[in-house]
């Protein structure tokens, strides 16, 4: 199966739809002939000039493109369907990568949720920290994404901008830098961190004093396990109404997420919550950093281990 039809394997093509911040690679396109409105921080024109003056774009993928129909930032995406009187009309919306890069997840998990019809489902791509150039971050914690909701954070912190620089790193393959590797099928050695503590610093001083742009980054990091525990524990506070219906196992450097709009479930007993919430994080502490590359099998006289 494509990854995009994957991605879009709870959705229902027919019905109305939002994907968020696709650039020049949209997942469902207009252009052939999907109900699909694009949401962008930015509109049409501003996409295209920045594309243009991207060398790692292609210009021949600028076309590719398309014309935004709701301007604004993700996090106030109940806001802008709102004012487009697209609420509770949508059936589904497509978030690929974007979502880690939110200063306020649960404005947005919020935000999408009214947005959509009952039944309708949010479709989420998401990097496995443990693959990517977060490798050596620690996975975001509930607190994290509480502080940032009742502080209606709307940037990055200062915190979240030099974790990424002082912890960051990249993955190389014979001694050039990639973005990540496959967790299953690679070795984790080849992370290499950054060199960049002061630098890392010097940022962190301007952004806590005001005196910095706005400056994107990886506001949240995660792998499934630690993702499912957000989610739920977000439901059982009565932060969010949606209910999880798959969450993938990581794919290359990514895994897939699909939540779908639902009342709250007051089915579920306290005891069974907590057990679930036990096993849970039991699987967390077993699967953080390296441990899930030691599932490869016979790779530099390694074998298959249970963990």
């Known amino acids: 199966m494509e990854r995009a039809e994957f991605l879009l394997k709870y959705a229902d093509l027919t019905r109305k739809g939002v994907e968020i911040a696709p650039y020049f690679n949209p997942t469902v396109r207009k252009s052939d002939g999907f109900d699909v409105f694009v949401m962008d921080v930015f509109d049409t024109k501003t996409l295209r000039e920045r594309a243009l003056n991207d060398p790692w774009i292609p210009n ?96 990055p912190s200062a915190e979240a901008i030099f974790d990424g620089v002082a912890q960051g790193c990249s993955y190389y393959v014979n001694e050039q830098p990639t973005p990540g590797c496959n967790l299953y099928l690679d070795d ?48 059982k506070l009565g932060l969010i109404n949606f209910d999880i219906l798959e969450i993938s196992e990581t794919k290359g450097l990514e895994f897939f997420v699909w939540l779908i709009k639902s009342e709250p479930n007051t089915n579920i007993s306290e005891e069974e919550f907590y057990s679930y919430r036990q096993d849970l994080m039991v699987k967390i502490s077993k699967n953080l950093g390296a441990a899930p590359f030691l599932l490869r099998q016979n790779l530099d006289g390694l074998t298959s281990i249970e963990i």
């Open 60 to 155: 021949d993928r600028i076309d590719e493109i398309e014309e935004v129909d709701l301007v604004g930032d993700a996090s106030q995406i109940f806001e802008v369907v709102n004012s487009a009187k697209l609420e509770g009309r949508i059936n589904y919306i497509v978030s690929s990568h974007n979502l880690e890069h939110l200063p306020n997840p649960i404005l947005f998990l919020q935000g999408a949720c009214a947005a959509l019809e009952p039944g309708g489902v949010l479709c989420l791509a998401l990097p496995d920290c443990r693959a990517c150039f977060d490798h050596f971050r620690m996975p975001t914690r509930l607190v994290d994404w509480l502080a940032a909701f009742h502080e209606q954070r709307t940037k």
């Open 188 to 235: 984790h050695s080849g992370f290499r961190a950054n060199q960049l503590l002061e630098v890392a610093y010097e940022k962190y001083k301007k952004n806590k004093d005001g005196s910095s742009d706005y400056e994107d980054a990886h506001c949240s990091v995660f792998f499934p396990e630690t993702f499912e525990l957000l989610i739920r524990d977000l439901s």
